[in-house]
């Protein structure tokens, strides 16, 4: 039963992405700030820093698919960009201390990028025309902080997940 737990994990950060989403714009002094949650790939970039590469891509292909097909209809988009995320994180990872705060600081760093390059593949094709300093300060700084709150509630339990189901795994006798 352990080891279903990562995918239900997965399952219930896809399905809350939505739910919190309605919570955005917010209009703070008159001006809109949009509030995007990342929650799972903030997870899926624990689970490749915590457990393992392997999985973190096919999860990240899987629901980055699921992604694709339920909300935004361009195919392709997440299911690349959330694997392409973890491979990065798995880069970086290698060369700095494996410590929760800059696990948590390399997911957000990572968090960044990620939102940059939807901006940047949407103004491509034309999908939006906002200019870049209207996108840093309506929504990438809203949701970097609203997501940056989350995942510092959150992270030790990424963590802690990732660590327990590492030892179940190693500790296993038999295939996996």
């Known amino acids: 039963m352990i080891r279903f737990l990562i995918p239900l994990i997965c399952l219930v950060l896809f399905f809350m992405e939505p739910v919190f989403g309605l919570f955005s714009p917010l209009n703070i002094d008159g001006e809109l700030n949009y509030i995007v949650p990342r929650f799972l790939i903030m997870f899926l970039i624990f689970l490749t820093l915590y ?3 392997k999985h973190a891509m096919f999860y990240g292909l899987f629901f ?3 992604y694709d097909v339920f909300y935004i209809d361009i195919i392709g988009l997440y299911s ?4 392409a995320i973890c491979l990065v994180a798995a880069f970086a990872f290698k060369r700095i201390p494996r410590n929760l705060l800059t696990a948590t600081l390399l997911t957000l760093v990572l968090l960044a990028l990620f939102e940059f390059l939807l901006y940047q593949f949407f103004l491509l094709i034309s999908l939006t025309g906002m200019p870049l300093g209207t996108f840093i300060t309506t929504r990438l700084w809203p949701t970097m902080i609203a997501n940056s709150i989350f995942l510092v509630m959150l992270g030790w339990v990424f963590k802690s997940v990732m660590v327990t189901q590492l030892s179940e795994r190693d500790n296993k006798i038999g295939l996996y």
């Open 80 to 83: 690349f960009l959330y694997p």
């Open 64 to 66: 980055g698919l699921l």
């Open 51 to 53: 457990y393992d590469l």
